[in-house]
Nanobody, 124 residues
Framework: QVQVVESGGGLVQAGDSLRLSCAVS????????LAWFRQPAGGEREFVARITWAGDQPSYGDFVQGRFTISRDNAQNMGYLQMNSLKPEDTGVYYC?????????????????WGQGTQVTVSS
């Protein structure tokens, strides 16, 4: 059974940092691309960041503007999203997702397994 579990969300002030973690089990993690998406309350899910199975070619949504860093540790089956200089508009539920390496995409439908999400709230 595949499990994707996010952690690390919370309530912070504008300008603070958070590090989200994603624990993946039940499949060969090193065969999966990994991505983060987010969804504000009442809003659409949007792409945040992605990284290949090998931990290279990181790419980010336009709004990130150098504030976030995606990474992974294949030995630990873990993915991470370091978020710095957080803004109130970064508030939302953050989801980790994994998908087969054959499809390298920012689209949500390219990822087969998703976590339940972790809430990030940034106060002004």
């Amino acid at each position: 059974q595949v499990q994707v579990v996010e952690s690390g969300g919370g309530l912070v002030q504008a300008g603070d940092s958070l590090r989200l973690s994603c624990a993946v089990s039940g499949l060969p993690f090193e065969d999966q691309n990994l991505a983060w998406f987010r969804q504000p309350a009442g809003g659409e899910r949007e792409f945040v960041a992605r990284i290949t199975w090998a931990g290279d070619q990181p790419s980010y949504g336009d709004f990130v503007q150098g504030r976030f860093t995606i990474s992974r540790d294949n030995a630990q089956n873990m993915g991470y999203l370091q978020m710095n200089s957080l803004k109130p508009e970064d508030t939302g539920v953050y989801y980790c997702a994994v998908g087969w390496v054959s499809r390298w995409t920012e689209a949500a439908d390219g990822y087969q397994h998703w976590g339940q999400g972790t809430q990030v709230t940034v106060s002004s």
